[in-house]
Each structure stands twice: as structure tokens, then as C-alpha cells.
């Protein structure tokens, strides 16, 4: 295994290209779990470098092509990273000597390519180092797809897509926000703490923090002093990691203490332990995933948060309940939920300024995809909504396939649900990184008209 940090670099990023399915998230954490060599600050420039180089590919991609006689398509995806992270280092981190940065490269092509490469990859970067600054990139009145697309470095399919809902400006705008190092943002966990408490007992790990203007138990920072999982705070379950717009969802939920309530794509549990904090322990909550590692770190994290009311379901949503009843349906009295979350998968396209490589990895063709498990997934759960209970859809989404065109499915499909109202238009709610300095989430709540009774027990 590479062994200091641009080579895990390149081996992190050269692993994305190959399989599209893992989340940056999962191949850090493989990656850096395993006892890893790398000094602290070796870690800090490896996931300055992982995510620079994602964040800002498809400029430095069109750098890449004005100085290389090869196509794009043509250079090996290992070598092109290489590139890429030669090219990073020169451009945005200034704390790296130019020199520093060509030579690094050329070695780590050394250990995989012939000659001839690493005197490309010499030779190209050294040009590049001289006259970056003076390369032309597209005309945005003749080409605005085409300069966006090299200038904020997206690809051009999105850019496309939100040049003809959005406008040249709005684009723009929503570009450089996705492009800005998103604040690490928390939530108080109410069982252990208040927000006062924890902005103090927080004072000496945090610089500055700011309360979340909208979710009532957020707080956001830049650069702690520490780890967040060394924190004391953190230790003690006083706080869960999570955007303000992801807080937003289950303030719409809205559960109350004493309900019955059924997390139905649960995940690690960010949102179980903010549904649990909101009933203030007390209720019943169902956290159900397809995946049963998920399901064994959610069962951590409520012993660390301090909750004691869930029950872990593992069930893949595609199975409809009735053939494979879970075991909640053994619940003394059980007759349906008075809430249920449905956190669907989707593209992750609202959370780019904190998983760039999802720029990289969706298409098209997954929007389409993703619109049809959730609407499935979304039929599959509706029965189990008592009459008069709630139903939230949400997806870190912003794109109309995901949003209002599953809604507006759903309720064609379901005459027994209306859109419920609470403090939002239509108690629908969408967030974007531009307008609201959050992430992109879409969330909706449907409420299941009183009289209806069609639910098999
Ligand atoms: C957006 S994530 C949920 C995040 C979680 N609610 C949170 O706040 O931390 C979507 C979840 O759906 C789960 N999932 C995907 N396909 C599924 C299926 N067929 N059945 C059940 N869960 C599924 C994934 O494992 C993933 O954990």
C-alpha cells in the first residue's frame, strides 16, 4: 500500500476511476483505518489533495488539454491523476514549492510507467508551471455550456441542466457555492446537552462558531483544534455530525414523544438520533436499511447518543411487507406508524460541495434510475402510515426528477395522502448551497387522510 500521501492520493483516486460504486467515504476510511503510517499532517495534505483534485478536475482537465498533444481519452487514467495532482499542488496550494510538486509526480510515475511517460509527465508539468495562468478558457457568451463547465469544472451534462432552469448568473452562483469548502456543521444532541452548553464546552476545541440561522440545535465551524472523534463532547454523545439542511428534514418529520416511528432508510442513523432527540426518547422508532453493517454502527451510535428506544430492522425496500414481514409488525398493538421518514438514495447531487467525486461518477441515466426505486420505495412504505400519520419523502437532491416529479407520482398513485402543511410552501421544502448556505436537500410531507383503513395488519 502506498505509504505517504500523494501516492494514497493517487491510489484513491486512480480506485474511484475503476469502480464507480464506492463512496469516497468508504475508500478514506478503508484506506486510513488500517493502521495507517500517515502522520497528521500527511492526513491533512491527503484529503486537501483527494478532494482539491476532485473539486476542481474538470479545470484542471482543461488545462491538462491545452499543454498535452495526447487526448484526453487517449492518457492513461493513472498518469492523468498523476497530472492532476501535479497540477493541483501548483495552482492551489501555496504552501507547496512548485518544484515540490513537479518532482513528486515524476517519481510516482516512475514506480508504474514507461520512460517515455515520465518524461511526458516531466515535461508537461514543467510548461505547465510556467504558463498555467495564460491558458484561454471558453468564451462564456459564445460557449457558456463549454466555459462554465472548464471554468467552475463541472461536467458539461450538468451544467446544461441547470444553465436552462437556472440562467447563466444563478449558475454561476450555484457553482462557486458547491466549489467552497462547506463549515463542518453538528447537531446538539438535546438527550445530553443544549446548544449554550455545547458552544461553551466546545470553546477550547473551536475557534469560531456560529448557530445554524434555521435548525434550532445546530452549530457550524471551520478547522478544529482536534478530531472531531477525540473531542470530549463527541465521546460523551453531545453531538451528531450533520448539514443544517439534513436537520431541516426532521424538523418537518416533526415527531413527538410517545409516537411509533419508522426510519426507513436509516442509514448510520444521522437522522434516527435526531428523531429520537425530538420524541425526547420516549415512543417507539424502526431504523430499517438493506444493509446490516449500517444497521450494527447505528446501534453504536444511539448507545453513544445516549437512545434507547430503537430497533434496528435490516429489510430491503424493494420486498414488499407484506411477503416478508419484519418483526415490527409483532409490536404489542402495532397498527401502522404515526411517522415515517423516507430518506430515499438518490444521486447525492445536492451534497457536491462535500462528495465531489459524485460530479464525476453520476449521469443522466441515474436520474432516471433513481426516480423509480424511489417512487417504488415510496409505494412500498405508504401502507404502513397509520390514517391521520405523516409521511416525509427527502432526497440530498436537487434535480426535479428526484423532487416534484416523485411527488407529484406518488400522490397521483395515492388519493389517500395529502400534502401537509407545517411552516413551508406547501409543506415541501428545498434547499440549495447558493441561497441558503446548506446543503441541496428536497423534502415533502404527505399526511394520510384520517378515514382511510386499508391497512392489513
Ligand atoms: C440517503 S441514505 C440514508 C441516510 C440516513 N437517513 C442518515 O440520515 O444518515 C439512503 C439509505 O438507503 C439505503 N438503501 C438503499 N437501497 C435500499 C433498499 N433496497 N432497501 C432498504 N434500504 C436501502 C442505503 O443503504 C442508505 O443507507
Not at 96 to 101: K, R
Request: charged residues 25%; positive net charge; aromatic residues 8%.
Amino acid at each position: 500500500m502506498a505509504n505517504n500521501a500523494r501516492q494514497t492520493a493517487l491510489f484513491i483516486l486512480n480506485t474511484l476511476d475503476k469502480k464507480r460504486t464506492p463512496l469516497l467515504d468508504n475508500i478514506l476510511e478503508d484506506v486510513l483505518d488500517q493502521d495507517s503510517p500517515l502522520s497528521r499532517r500527511d492526513r491533512s495534505l491527503l484529503y486537501a489533495l483527494v478532494y482539491g483534485v476532485l473539486r476542481w478536475r474538470g479545470s484542471l482537465d482543461w488545462i491538462i488539454g491545452y499543454f498535452s498533444k495526447t487526448r484526453l481519452n487517449k492518457i492513461d487514467h493513472r498518469v492523468l491523476n498523476v497530472l492532476r495532482i501535479g497540477l493541483f499542488q501548483m495552482i492551489y496550494l501555496d504552501r507547496i514549492p512548485v518544484s515540490a510538486a513537479v518532482n513528486t509526480s515524476v517519481e510516482m510515475t516512475k514506480s508504474f510507467a514507461a520512460p517515455w511517460v515520465v518524461r511526458f509527465v516531466n515535461a508537461l508539468l514543467r510548461n505547465a508551471a510556467r504558463r498555467y495562468k495564460t491558458v484561454p478558457f471558453p468564451n462564456i457568451d459564445k460557449n457558456p455550456v463549454a466555459a462554465l463547465a472548464a471554468a467552475k469544472s463541472f461536467p458539461k451534462w450538468l451544467i446544461e441542466r441547470w444553465l436552462a432552469r437556472l440562467g447563466i448568473e444563478e449558475t454561476g452562483k450555484l457553482c462557486d457555492a458547491i466549489n467552497t469548502i462547506p463549515p463542518i456543521t453538528i447537531r446538539t444532541n438535546t438527550l445530553r446537552s443544549n446548544r449554550e452548553q455545547l458552544i461553551n464546552a466546545l470553546e477550547s476545541d473551536v475557534e469560531k462558531m456560529k448557530p445554524t440561522p434555521y435548525a434550532p440545535d445546530g452549530l457550524s465551524f471551520f478547522n478544529p483544534k482536534i478530531l472531531i472523534s477525540e473531542m470530549d463532547t463527541f465521546k460523551n454523545g453531545w453531538f451528531q455530525v450533520q448539514d443544517e439542511a439534513a436537520q431541516l428534514v426532521t424538523c418537518l418529520l416533526n415527531p413527538r414523544a410517545g409516537d411509533t416511528v419508522l426510519d426507513a432508510c436509516a442509514g448510520l442513523g444521522g437522522k434516527t438520533g435526531h428523531i429520537a432527540q425530538m420524541m425526547q426518547n420516549q415512543g417507539h422508532i424502526v431504523s430499517l436499511d438493506c444493509e446490516k453493517k449500517k444497521l450494527l454502527r447505528l446501534r453504536n451510535e444511539t448507545e453513544r447518543l445516549g437512545i434507547s428506544i430503537v430497533e434496528t430492522c435490516v429489510h430491503d425496500l424493494y420486498e414488499p411487507f407484506e411477503k416478508k414481514k419484519p418483526s415490527f409488525f409483532k409490536i404489542p398493538g402495532f397498527c401502522g406508524f404515526d411517522r415515517i421518514l423516507l430518506d430515499a438514495p438518490c444521486s447525492g447531487l445536492g451534497v457536491l460541495r462535500r462528495n465531489p467525486d459524485t460530479k464525476w461518477s453520476v449521469s443522466k441515466k441515474n436520474l432516471k434510475r433513481y426516480k423509480q426505486k424511489q417512487i417504488k420505495f415510496l409505494n412500498n412504505v405508504a401502507p404502513l402510515v397509520k390514517p391521520g400519520g405523516i409521511l416525509v419523502y427527502a432526497v440530498c437532491s436537487t434535480e426535479p426528477e428526484e423532487n416534484e416529479a416523485v411527488a407529484e407520482a406518488f400522490l397521483n398513485q395515492h388519493p389517500e395522502f395529502e400534502t401537509g402543511k407545517r411552516k413551508t410552501e406547501n409543506g415541501k421544502r428545498k434547499t440549495f448551497p447558493h441561497l441558503d448556505n446548506m446543503d441541496g436537500f428536497f423534502s415533502i410531507r404527505f399526511k394520510r387522510v384520517p378515514d382511510q383503513t386499508d391497512f392489513d395488519r
